[in-house]
């Protein structure tokens, strides 16, 4: 199994604004699993701001190999969320580990 873990900091500052980009990311990533194959499973979380430095967003995906990533990485509905995500973030960071 390859885990596909993804970390943004968002545009915004305040509170009701990190919670709209959120949720805007939520809708976003929600979906995919029914519209890609590929993908096993996913979580999508938020901070908690109690600890000043973390990153906002987080965001795993479990996938069966390295070819299931790839599939995922070029898919058209990847595609449209990635669009949703660069208005949103001002940071990423990334890693994809086998386990």
Same mark, same amino acid.
Request: net charge negative.
């Given at each position: 199994?390859?885990?596909? &873990? $993804?970390?943004?900091?968002?545009? +915004?500052?305040? +509170?009701?604004?990190? +919670? ?7 809708? /976003?990533?929600?979906?995919?699993? /029914?519209?890609?194959?590929? @993908?096993?499973?996913?979580?999508? /979380?938020?901070? @908690?701001? %109690? ?5 906002? @967003? $987080? ?7 390295? +070819? ?5 990485? /070029?898919?058209?509905?990847? %595609?449209? $969320?990635?669009? &949703? @995500? ?8 990334? &890693?994809?580990?086998?386990?």
């Amino acid at each position: 199994m390859i885990r596909h &873990i $993804v970390t943004w900091k968002l545009m +915004a500052e305040d +509170a009701a604004e990190k +919670a709209a980009a959120f949720d805007q990311l939520a809708a /976003g990533f929600g979906p995919l699993p /029914g519209l890609i194959p590929e @993908v096993r499973s996913l979580t999508l /979380g938020r901070d @908690v701001d %109690e600890t000043s430095g973390n990153w906002d @967003v $987080v965001l795993l995906i479990d996938f069966e190999n390295t +070819a299931d990533l790839e599939t995922y990485q /070029g898919h058209p509905e990847h %595609e449209k $969320v990635k669009s &949703i @995500v660069r208005s949103l973030t001002r940071e990423r960071s990334a &890693i994809d580990f086998e386990f």
